[in-house]
Structure formats: structure tokens, C-alpha cells
């Protein structure tokens, strides 16, 4: 892109190493210009398979891709038939997405993809790791779905908040349903790079059956998400007609979105005390990587606002008033 509309011209094709036998793939351009390519291979089974990584490190076209040796494997293959999708069939859904945020973690990579106890197994279940050094290693898996059963979860979707390095996971949750065959769609956040993750939340309304729907494509190959400003949107295949406007009503899917927004601890203010200059000291506790308002007042009815701060990874702001002498001062912090 070259600005809003303007798309420049493409350099020359480069060539994927190993890829041949791969499908199912991803890609992700770093804060410094890389390019990470990745894929699943072999991609011609129900499983099992390894997710593959290749580096461009200049993201020119000059340059070339490397292989990594570092390599993942999943018991998903890229033909994995399960209730919820028996025709159309299921694979890893890899996903890769860079930290360009300026937060603690820029320049982090992050990958979603899905894997199973083994090869035939129903029991699909949504994973992340990261990795600090463009796919050379990766951390250890973190699975992100916590249900304690048995039935599937599929088609995981990662993007990243660039304004708060936040990272928002959505997939399509089979917990609810007795035969494995309805689906939901359900999502988390990380707040610290990738290594906690919130409960996830049922954000869809309603249960969907992609089942011999979409003449044969059923719930198709991917889930659409973006996110930005500490809300997320995510886009999926809905035929529950929940929001009563579906033109198909029950009978065939259509695009459904939400807007999830990524709402902190409530905070709390505590005094740290004065210092020189009649300066004075406010420690504010909450969810980290979130911008606080800080307001104060002389009479609990007219409130100015004195400033403005992040919380850092701890979930802890400190702020100071440098003109707090006052006899009597009271602070409210508060977002947005």
C-alpha cells in the first residue's frame, strides 16, 4: 500500500522453501520490514502434519526466504473431517500475526493453530505460541480454549491491537453441543504478550449448523478478525438468525460480526505521599497496557483533569500532581 486506495507495484515472486507438498498457510510482516511465510505440509491428510516457517528478514524482494528450522507439529492434517464439518473438513488454520505495537513485546511473533490428541480424534482444541526471534524458536504451547470436554473447537483466528500490543483469539466452539455438530463462535485476550490468556466468552448469540450447507461448503475455511483502539471484530458463518435479519432466516448461513470491547479491572487509587515542591504521588492499580484519565477536585462536584497514563505490564501507573497544595484534594481515575 502505498496510501489510502494505492496499491504500488509487486516486486518479483520469491519462492517458499519446502512448501511443494504445503497448504493452509499464513503470512506476517514484521515491524522492521520482515516477512514470515507458513504453512502445513503434508497438507493431503486428516493428519498428522508440522507447520513449517520460512524468514525474508529484509521483506525485499531482492532478498529471499529461509527455512527455520524450528518447526511445529499438530495432528491436524489439512483433511480432517469432524461432526461440524463433515464434507467441507477441517485443517490446522495456522495463523501468524507480528507485535508492530510499541509496547513491551514489538517486534514479537505470535501463531494460532489448532491440534488434537491424535490423528482421528474429535477432540480439537485451539493453541498459541510466540516467538522472539522470527520462528528461529518458539515458546511452548498455551492452549486457550478451558472447556473440560471432549467436542471441537476450529478455525482460530489471531490479529493484534497495534495501539495496546493486545491479542485477540476467535474460533468456532463445538462445547455446547451434545452431538459436536453445533457450533458457536467464542474468544479471548492476552494482555501480556501471548503468555496468559482472559476466560474466553461466548460472543456469537446464537448456534449455527454448517451442515450441508453453503451448497457443500459448509462453515467454508477461515473466520475474519481485526482489532484496534481495544476493540475487536470478528466475521463468521451464522445461520442462527439471532439478530431476526438473517434474508435466509434459518435455512442458509449469512456474515455475522461483533464488537467486542476490551474493558479493564476497575482501578484503584491509592496515596503514595508527598514529595518536594508540594508535588504529590497517586499509585493506580488495574489491567495492564491500559490509558487512565486522572481527575481531581476540591468539592466532589467540579472535577479538571490533571493528566493522563498507561498502566504498565504489572497493571500499575504511577502519577504525580506537581501543584497539589491544597488543603483538602480529592482523585478519580477513570476509562476511556
Not at 191 to 211: Q, R, Y
Not at 249 to 266: I, K, N, R
Not at 296 to 311: H, K, P, Q
Amino acid at each position: 500500500m502505498t496510501g489510502f486506495n494505492a496499491i504500488g507495484a509487486f516486486g518479483a515472486e520469491l519462492a517458499i522453501p519446502g512448501s511443494g507438498s504445503g497448504n493452509f498457510g499464513d503470512i506476517a510482516i514484521g515491524p522492521n520490514g520482515q516477512v514470515v511465510a507458513a504453512y502445513q505440509t503434508p497438507s493431503g491428510t486428516a493428519g498428522p502434519s508440522t507447520i513449517q516457517f520460512a524468514l525474508n528478514s529484509t521483506g525485499s524482494t531482492s532478498g529471499s526466504f529461509a527455512l527455520a528450522t524450528s518447526t511445529v507439529p499438530t495432528q491436524m492434517g489439512g483433511f480432517r473431517a469432524i461432526p461440524a464439518q463433515p464434507s467441507r473438513t477441517v485443517d490446522a488454520e495456522l495463523g501468524l500475526v507480528y507485535d508492530i505495537s510499541n509496547g513491551p513485546h514489538r517486534g514479537r511473533l505470535h501463531l494460532v493453530y489448532t491440534d488434537a490428541p491424535d490423528a482421528t480424534s474429535n477432540d480439537l482444541n485451539i493453541f498459541t505460541r510466540y516467538s522472539d526471534n522470527n520462528g528461529a524458536t518458539w515458546s511452548s504451547p498455551h492452549r486457550v480454549n478451558t472447556d473440560a470436554g471432549t467436542n471441537s473447537q476450529f478455525f482460530s483466528k489471531i490479529a493484534l491491537d497495534p495501539t495496546t500490543g493486545f491479542i485477540a483469539v476467535v474460533w468456532y466452539d463445538c462445547r455446547n453441543s451434545a452431538a459436536n455438530n453445533l457450533v458457536e463462535l467464542w474468544g479471548t485476550v492476552s494482555l501480556d504478550g501471548g503468555v496468559t490468556f482472559l476466560p474466553e466468552v461466548k460472543i456469537s448469540a446464537g448456534s449455527t449448523s454448517g451442515v450441508g450447507k453453503g451448497s457443500g461448503n459448509e462453515l467454508g475455511d477461515y473466520l475474519g478478525l481485526d482489532f484496534y483502539g481495544g476493540m475487536f471484530h470478528p466475521c463468521w458463518a451464522d445461520d442462527s438468525n439471532s439478530t431476526g435479519d438473517n434474508p435466509d432466516g434459518t435455512s442458509e448461513l449469512d456474515f455475522y460480526t461483533a464488537a467486542v470491547t476490551v474493558v479493564p479491572a476497575v482501578p484503584v487509587l491509592t496515596s503514595v505521599g508527598f514529595g518536594t515542591n508540594a508535588s504529590f504521588t497517586l499509585k493506580l492499580t488495574s489491567t495492564p497496557m491500559f490509558n487512565f484519565r486522572i481527575d481531581a477536585s476540591t468539592d466532589l462536584v467540579n472535577w479538571s483533569n490533571i493528566g493522563s497514563g498507561i498502566t504498565d505490564t504489572n497493571g500499575v501507573l504511577f502519577f504525580r500532581e506537581t501543584n497539589a497544595a491544597y488543603s483538602a484534594r480529592m482523585y478519580r481515575a477513570h476509562w476511556p
